[in-house]
């Protein structure tokens, strides 16, 4: 398990993309002519997740906790994220913390449309998404009370996760991702 050292956490205050500030659809509405056809799309996040679909996008993968702001998702949200067609892979990630087990399931997230549920926190999913997802991908995560935030991965991408991947709890899984 990698940990996010306390000292650390200042370095996920600012947005990794860019920012699409506002609230709810009008949000993933101004970003909607980022995204391609074609691109892989991932979400992280059960507001963004919801935006998303509600926006008529189908992400590749998405990943959620069943949690906003540490708070319970309504029912509303729950009911348009049951989407059939979606393989549904669930894993356990404490707080401030990326398991093998997220890692495992984002890899296989990437190969078809796949739906991670985390018990714990999915915030840091965003990590090892930039690391693993191939390049020109989309990963999309909301960014509390201002937004969300829209990367387009590359090679500049992937070296900042590493960059941050560093200043966190050495372990083999870090030496794994920083590998990639």
């Known amino acids: ?19 699409y500030c506002g609230k709810g659809l009008d949000c ?3 970003a909607k002519e980022e ?10 996040g059960d507001v963004a997740s919801y935006y998303i679909f509600k926006a008529g996008l189908s992400p590749d993968l998405f990943i959620i906790d069943g949690e906003t702001k540490r708070g319970k998702i309504s029912d509303e949200v729950k009911k348009i994220m049951e989407k059939s067609g979606y393989r549904s892979i ?3 990630n404490p707080p401030a913390t990326i398991t093998k087990g997220i890692i495992d399931a984002i890899e296989m997230g990437l190969e078809r449309k ?4 985390v018990e714990g926190e ?3 999913a965003v990590l090892p998404a930039m690391i693993l997802a191939p390049d020109a991908s989309i990963i999309i995560y909301g960014q509390p009370d201002e937004g969300i935030v829209l990367i387009k991965v590359d090679e500049e991408i992937r070296n900042r996760a590493k960059d941050i991947l560093k200043k966190m709890s050495d372990s083999e899984l870090k030496n ?4 990639r």
């Open 35 to 44: 995204i391609k056809e074609g691109e892989k799309l991932i979400v992280v």
């Open 28 to 30: 993933v509405l101004n």
């Open 1 to 19: 398990m990698i940990e996010l050292p306390e000292e650390v956490r200042f370095l996920f205050k600012d947005p990794f993309g860019t920012l």
């Open 176 to 179: 794994y991702l920083l590998g």
């Open 122 to 124: 999915e915030d840091l």
């Open 90 to 92: 669930k894993v356990k």
């Open 114 to 117: 796949t739906q991670i549920f």
